[in-house]
């Protein structure tokens, strides 16, 4: 086919046919894509997650991952924080005329290498093709829904005492992203932590029916998602700052920068809330995981400022995180 | 909150928060929206159909819809073509900088009144903001799934000596957007035909256990889906060009401009396949809904010339419908 999309290409017709025969077909190889106006399966009656997410990452290919692999992931892990075992995605595609068929074959094998690890079959896609300069080269959105067998989980569920995990180093994603635009003239070896996260989450619900809370900390970092908890469950949040684990190369960037290393995007990351009696089993499940070597626990829940985010410094001060806001980092996912 | 949309709205923060809480909550109203990753509901077992749609369409508000009322318009029906009664929708936005608040509140509404005619129910979204010249306006994505509870339909289940209905007047959508467009300098008096469809597939469902293929005739309109569903099955597709409903205003403006009717998008019409047998109680079922007052029979399936769609024309000729092909209408959904 052409090397380059064209308007055609999202025009439903034969260039569509093609283009959908020639990329992802031969990308998602599935039983499930067929050519009519909606997937088929069958499911299991019971209790089920639902989740959407836009992807419009700048640029599409960065360090550690790409916008295909960043779109499964992204799904998958809002599924997994709900306890969910993804089971089916779609994916629809919003393409720049121009945008390099080699590039765009690239980002679906991406997803597909992506969904295979996370045991998802991406069932059905659409694709539309704007005039040059209409949107910025190639924005995806997936879709998914998973199946829930355990227990509950939900920002509002955080109790006084809960441990607080995060399942590795904070800021990588953000860091990643921000070299790859190459405006800082900073160079330095960090790349994106974006990984599908459902098996490192049914490990640790493996081991404990005390977990309360799991989220991914993607745009806004951990500290966005920490204050989220903290708010909608109504407690107070108290972080040890040497405990939250760093990369010295994501410290360098963030310090040179002035940036908070908790406010910076991941997307390999989960902050998990869990009594603490088995704090130590949920730690060690994760730690036993290839996307969880470097988990810690990170801080407890109290109930002395409820929605209030406290760090506890190294040198023995205290001092409230501050609240976020604006716009660290625009497209970041 | 603001006017505008800016970059902060899509940051994941405070004004994010607020973007959602202001415009998509009292719009949506549903106790399915969380502050979580992800929806949680219980689902029935059974056979399951899922699909997903981007909407592109330029301008965002036309001649009888906007670009809310399409997205809900666009999954409900590609389910309602499955079979399925659509259930859950999900939906996510990606909106440049700088688009009016009051004009994502109109589409929100409207989003949530086209749900709620459908009997389906928003539970999830995202919304991500690009600078200015990133994405042109709004852009949103819907996915949904629906419970299918009678026979299967496929483009590949036509069968020689079945009648072909078509729900309404061809073309609207299409001429619609293009007379939106103001680029001819030609006004008619003519609307989108953008509706949900479930309910008057549902009523066509009821009267016959025979019904083979269902078809939303959207991007490329009847005549394309005539093709695909031709090919699909492995059939001759024959029609009666005096049997085809056409608008008058729709036939003017097509006429003036060269445009095949049959090549004119539709968002509110569905191209069926049932047995001849069943036809009359199909059509009949059609024609008592307000979806379907101008439903007619165009055609039949013949095993005359696979993969062709052949037009028997008023004065008595035969022709072969030329192939779909290129780029009709960018952005047409």
């Known amino acids: 086919m052409d090397d380059i999309i064209t308007l055609s290409h999202g025009a439903g017709g034969k260039h569509t046919q093609q283009l959908i025969e020639e990329v992802f077909v031969k990308a998602f190889e599935s039983p499930f894509l067929t050519r009519d106006d909606a997937a088929v399966f069958d499911i299991k009656g019971g209790r089920v997650a639902m989740t959407t997410d836009a992807f419009v990452v700048s640029p599409p290919f960065f360090s550690g991952g790409d916008i295909g692999k960043l779109s499964i992931c992204g799904t998958v892990n809002d599924l997994a924080c709900m306890g969910a075992r993804p089971l089916y995605l779609t994916c629809s595609f919003i393409i720049e005329e121009g945008f390099k068929t080699e590039d765009l074959k690239k980002i679906a094998f991406s997803m597909a290498d992506t969904a295979k690890e996370s045991g998802v079959h991406i069932v059905a896609g ?79 619900l493996a081991v404990s029916d005390k977990l309360h809370v799991i989220r991914d900390a993607t745009r806004g970092g951990v500290g966005t998602v920490l204050y989220e908890i903290a708010h909608q469950s109504g407690v107070c949040i108290e972080l040890t700052q040497e405990a939250l684990p760093v990369d010295d190369n994501v410290k360098g960037v963030c310090g040179l920068l002035g940036l908070e290393p908790l406010y910076m995007a991941c997307e390999g990351r989960l902050v998990v809330f869990v009594s603490q009696n088995d704090a130590q089993a949920v730690l060690n499940a994760a730690k036993g995981h290839k996307y969880g070597k470097n988990a810690a626990i990170i801080g407890r829940v109290t109930s002395e400022q409820p929605g209030s985010v406290i760090v506890n410094t190294s040198i023995g001060g205290r001092r409230l995180l501050a609240q976020p806001s604006g716009e660290l980092l625009p497209r970041i996912c």
């Open 126 to 204: 659409d694709t539309k093709v704007t005039a040059k300069g209409q949107c910025d080269g190639i924005f995806i959105t997936t879709s998914g829904i998973g199946s829930i067998e355990g227990a509950r989980l939900s920002g509002s569920f955080a109790q006084d005492g809960d441990a607080i995990i995060v399942t590795g180093d904070i800021g990588r994603h953000g860091c990643a992203i921000l070299l790859s635009r190459d405006n800082y003239g900073i160079s330095a070896d960090i790349s994106s932590d974006c990984a599908p996260l459902w098996g490192l989450t049914s490990e640790m």
